[in-house]
């Protein structure tokens, strides 16, 4: 199986450059429901030129979710959730098991990718992860090469590795 060059993609020059550097596939945070929060983001009214644009040059976009979600968020979820439906995307990268029941539940449709904030570190996560039907695993960051080769041989969900980047983790 050819491996999947993602790029994260957070401005539409970055966004470019990805299309430009042969990106399989791209993800992105929109304003909300991002751990990235600080950053510029893009919004919901350019989400759709974004994957116009990258199923135009056969490029996968994905979303990330990975915030964990209060119980005041979650009207605020379900509305986000039928949002990225509507707009075609490939998945959504997520931490929280409250997105991964709503998802699942009201929008079976939408891929789900464990982000590697949901802290899996040995193949009974991923494939426990893909039991529960998640469509790929994002390794801990902080695991050895040797370890990554050990779960990525005993794994029956796709996973992904890291290779470079700042360090993220969950509390």
Do not use: M
Request: glycine residues 8%; aromatic residues 12%.
């Amino acid at each position: 199986q050819k491996t999947e060059l993602l790029l994260p993609v957070g401005n539409t020059e970055s966004f470019f450059a990805a299309l430009q550097g042969g990106a399989d596939a791209i993800y992105l945070g929109l304003k909300q429901f991002n751990a990235r929060g600080r950053a510029r983001n893009f919004t919901n009214g350019q989400l759709p030129f974004i994957v116009q644009e990258a199923k135009k040059n056969k490029v996968r976009v994905y979303i990330t979710l990975n915030t964990v979600v209060k119980n005041g968020e979650i009207s605020n979820l379900i509305d986000y959730l039928h949002f990225l439906n509507q707009a075609q995307i490939d998945g959504i990268i997520i931490q929280d098991w409250g997105v991964y029941y709503l998802a699942k539940r009201f929008f079976p449709n939408l891929s789900i990718h464990a982000s590697t904030q949901l802290g899996i570190h040995n193949s009974l996560g991923t494939n426990f992860s893909g039991e529960k039907g998640f469509d790929r695993v994002v390794l801990a960051r902080e695991l050895t090469l040797g370890e990554l080769e050990t779960i990525c041989k005993k794994s029956r969900v796709e996973t992904e590795v890291f290779i470079h980047g700042a360090l993220c983790y969950s509390f």
